[in-house]
């Protein structure tokens, strides 16, 4: 249950005065599983092509476990003030982390952190850290609701940011819904003395919603940061590092998003299209192995030839799922995803296929169980893993099984 706090300010200007109402709730998830996994990296002297079994907990693989506060003050005449803190943790641990890479490990409020002001008639702006609007494209049109992380290999590691990245230093502007149509352009500083250009990223999109058919579109682009300012989670990109790859200020990720849905009875239907690019990307100094014979060990250097890696220059993803409620209560869910990458240096395209099936049975509006399982096959390129390294095997399975609740 989320915890409320309402007050009653009373405002007073010479003779006349304003009632207020503010509210501020405190809220959170969490999420813990128990998986199994067929093949994890595991090299020794005796395994040299690195894969075991592996059984563990883990903890936000659907929903990253989180806290949050978030307040909203009624400012009269249909406009309001606005926050959010949310910051992340392992509930299988308890140690404070972010599901994102870079500076968000051990960032207090990394998932959000942001104030803003709100209209009915004008739109919403917001300011500090938070999602740009290729998350809510993946959030509609995507399987990542249903499987969460379980997908971010295949969706090239995350690069097209189906997992939720954030962005530092962000302005973002939300229209009012109009017709069913909402649309949002969103500028994160860079904040690079001299250079406007270094180290920012920019984004925009809109949405249809209206009744039982949606369809949508994301973009978002970032440049590389300077020695004073590595570019910290504009991307996920190591191409966007300051002074490794490209002039500070130069594009180094481009990614678009388009999906659409349609809901019938029990039905639901979905499809996410994606393309990212790296125009940073280079040439590996070493050939591609031979990944049909896969003559080739975990040791490897999978930083090229891989999703996302220094020589991976455009990957394109489809990802398609059906979602069929047997009853209020109970949920299937399947999906099919495909990513072909290309690779400088390399004559053919890298293809990671994987197949998602779920249950998901919820006890109440806050306290769900779900049974997921996941089977991933690579070819022409380093396997990405479902949700560990796979060693040197083209393909994983994992079956999971978790509680989810909420506050």
């Given at each position: 249950?989320?915890?409320?706090?309402?007050?009653?300010?009373?405002?007073?200007?010479?003779?006349?005065?304003?009632?207020?109402?503010?509210?501020?709730?405190?809220?959170?998830?969490?999420?813990?599983?128990?998986?199994?996994?067929?093949?994890?990296?595991?090299?020794?002297?005796?395994?040299?092509?690195?894969?075991?079994?592996?059984?563990?907990?883990?903890?936000?693989?659907?929903?990253?476990?989180?806290?949050?506060?978030?307040g909203?003050?009624?400012?009269?005449?249909?406009?309001?003030?606005?926050?959010?803190?949310?910051?992340?943790?392992?509930?299988?641990?308890?140690?404070?982390?972010?599901?994102?890479?870079?500076?968000?490990?051990?960032?207090?409020?990394?998932?959000?952190?942001y104030?803003?002001?709100?209209?009915?008639?004008?739109?919403?702006?917001?300011?500090?850290?938070?999602?740009?609007?290729?998350?809510?494209?993946?959030?509609?049109?995507?399987?990542?609701?249903?499987f969460?992380?379980?997908?971010?290999?295949?969706?090239?590691?995350?690069?097209?940011?189906?997992?939720?990245?954030?962005?530092?230093?962000?302005?973002?502007?939300?229209?009012?819904?109009?017709?069913?149509?909402?649309?949002?352009?969103?500028?994160?500083?860079?904040?690079?003395?001299?250079?406007?250009?270094?180290?920012?990223?920019?984004?925009?999109?809109?949405?249809?919603?209206?009744?039982?058919?949606?369809?949508?579109?994301?973009?978002?682009?970032?440049?590389?940061?300077?020695?004073a300012?590595?570019?910290?989670?504009?991307?996920?990109?190591?191409?966007?590092?300051?002074?490794?790859?490209?002039?500070?200020?130069?594009?180094?990720?481009?990614?678009?998003?388009?999906?659409?849905?349609?809901?019938?009875?029990?039905?639901?239907?979905?499809?996410?299209?994606?393309?990212?690019?790296?125009?940073?990307?280079?040439?590996?100094?070493?050939?591609?192995?031979?990944?049909?014979?896969?003559?080739?060990?975990?040791?490897?250097?999978?930083?090229?030839?891989?999703a996302?890696?220094?020589?991976?220059?455009?990957t394109?993803?489809?990802?398609?799922?059906?979602?069929?409620n047997?009853?209020?209560?109970?949920?299937?869910?399947?999906?099919?995803l495909?990513?072909?990458?290309?690779?400088?240096?390399?004559?053919?395209?890298?293809?990671?296929?994987?197949?998602?099936?779920?249950?998901?049975?919820?006890?109440?509006?806050?306290?769900?169980?779900?049974?997921?399982?996941?089977?991933?096959?690579?070819?022409?390129?380093?396997?990405?893993?479902?949700?560990?390294?796979?060693?040197?095997?083209?393909?994983?399975?994992?079956?999971?099984?978790?509680?989810?609740?909420?506050?």
């Amino acid at each position: 249950m989320k915890k409320t706090i309402a007050t009653l300010c009373v405002l007073g200007v010479g003779a006349s005065s304003a009632h207020a109402q503010s509210t501020v709730t405190v809220y959170g998830i969490i999420d813990a599983s128990v998986a199994y996994t067929n093949t994890a990296a595991a090299v020794s002297a005796s395994n040299p092509r690195g894969t075991g079994n592996l059984m563990q907990v883990t903890s936000g693989t659907i929903q990253q476990s989180r806290f949050g506060f978030k307040g909203q003050e009624d400012l009269g005449g249909g406009l309001s003030a606005q926050f959010v803190l949310e910051g992340g943790f392992s509930g299988d641990t308890g140690a404070s982390g972010n599901s994102q890479l870079g500076s968000t490990s051990g960032t207090l409020f990394g998932r959000a952190s942001y104030v803003g002001l709100s209209s009915k008639s004008f739109g919403t702006l917001q300011i500090g850290r938070r999602k740009d609007f290729t998350d809510q494209i993946a959030t509609y049109y995507s399987s990542v609701v249903d499987f969460g992380t379980l997908i971010n290999g295949v969706h090239d590691n995350n690069m097209d940011r189906v997992g939720g990245n954030r962005a530092n230093n962000m302005v973002s502007y939300y229209t009012p819904q109009i017709a069913g149509i909402t649309a949002n352009v969103a500028y994160a500083f860079g904040e690079t003395a001299g250079s406007a250009s270094t180290g920012n990223a920019y984004g925009f999109g809109a949405n249809y919603n209206n009744g039982p058919f949606g369809v949508g579109f994301g973009y978002w682009a970032a440049k590389t940061g300077s020695a004073a300012n590595t570019e910290s989670d504009q991307s996920l990109n190591a191409l966007c590092a300051a002074g490794t790859f490209g002039a500070p200020g130069t594009t180094c990720l481009k990614t678009f998003n388009v999906g659409s849905s349609y809901t019938t009875g029990p039905f639901r239907f979905f499809g996410m299209f994606s393309r990212t690019k790296q125009p940073n990307a280079v040439a590996a100094t070493t050939a591609a192995p031979n990944f049909t014979t896969g003559a080739f060990t975990s040791a490897a250097n999978t930083g090229t030839f891989s999703a996302s890696g220094t020589n991976n220059d455009r990957t394109n993803v489809i990802d398609l799922g059906v979602n069929y409620n047997i009853t209020p209560a109970l949920k299937l869910t399947t999906s099919v995803l495909q990513s072909r990458s290309s690779f400088i240096g390399s004559a053919v395209s890298g293809k990671v296929t994987q197949l998602n099936l779920g249950a998901d049975y919820f006890f109440s509006k806050r306290t769900d169980v779900y049974l997921n399982t996941s089977f991933q096959r690579t070819s022409n390129m380093y396997s990405p893993g479902i949700t560990v390294a796979p060693g040197a095997d083209k393909s994983q399975f994992i079956v999971m099984t978790g509680i989810r609740t909420t506050f």
